[in-house]
């Protein structure tokens, strides 16, 4: 089974790629991962890719292709595979069809983690932690019992990410769209795009990938 794992930062995204990987043996494939490990392992794939970003350039899409060729072969035909991050053109989705043909799989399904934006804002910005020992508490949700007050240490410094801000969310929520515009309507069309609750609890959450991988 072969499938594209989509979410925004926040979803869980990172959680379900691996309860996929240790449920079914699947692999991961991130094009950013690979890459990195391809130049650093020195393969002919990597040696090109790191000429190319020692220039300063974007890598192309075809040295993407070459990377996810290699990697499903080395995988072997009987391990799935998480697409993660790509493809993120019509281009690249067009060429995942070709690299996978090629190897006698095909794009099983689409799996979207959704998400309320405004829920998203609440939860994230909402975090805070003991500065102490780092239990997580959060403004709405869960508060110590006593204002001010670690229950775990009782230390009383709390600290707050920078990045957890509206703002922040809400850019990286935009970013998220632009990047999966040009390519969920090709998997809608086929219909093999699955939306799931990205809100719900961890465990719902997986149970629902499970459901919609099994129609
Ligand atoms: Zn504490």
């Known amino acids: 089974m072969n499938i594209i794992l989509l979410g925004p930062p926040g979803a869980g995204k990172g959680t379900q790629a691996q309860r996929l990987v240790e449920r079914h043996g699947m692999r991961q494939l991130s094009t950013g991962d690979m890459l990195r490990a391809a130049v650093k392992a020195g393969t002919p794939t990597g040696l090109e890719a790191k000429a190319v970003m020692e220039r300063g350039e974007l890598v192309s899409d075809e040295i993407v292709s070459a990377l996810i060729g290699d990697e499903l ?18 281009a690249q989705a067009e060429s995942l069809d070709a690299i996978l043909a090629g190897r006698g799989r095909k ?13 998203l804002v609440e939860r994230i910005t909402g975090r805070f932690t003991c500065a102490t ?37 809400r850019t990286r929520m935009a970013e998220y769209r632009a990047k999966t515009a040009p390519i969920l309507p090709i998997y809608e069309a086929r219909g093999i795009v699955a939306k799931v609750d990205g809100m719900a609890e961890m465990d719902d959450v997986t149970a629902a990938i499970e459901a919609a991988l099994k129609s």
């Open 73 to 90: 072969d080395a995988m072997g035909p009987s391990v799935g595979a998480i697409f993660d991050g790509y493809p993120r053109t019509a």
């Open 107 to 119: 794009l099983d399904h689409v799996v979207e983690l959704e998400v309320n934006e405004d829920a």
């Open 133 to 169: 020992c780092g239990k997580g508490y959060h403004d709405k949700f869960e508060q110590p019992k006593v204002p001010g007050v670690c229950d775990k240490c009782g230390g009383t410094e709390f600290k707050r990410r920078p990045d957890d801000n509206a703002e922040t969310v």
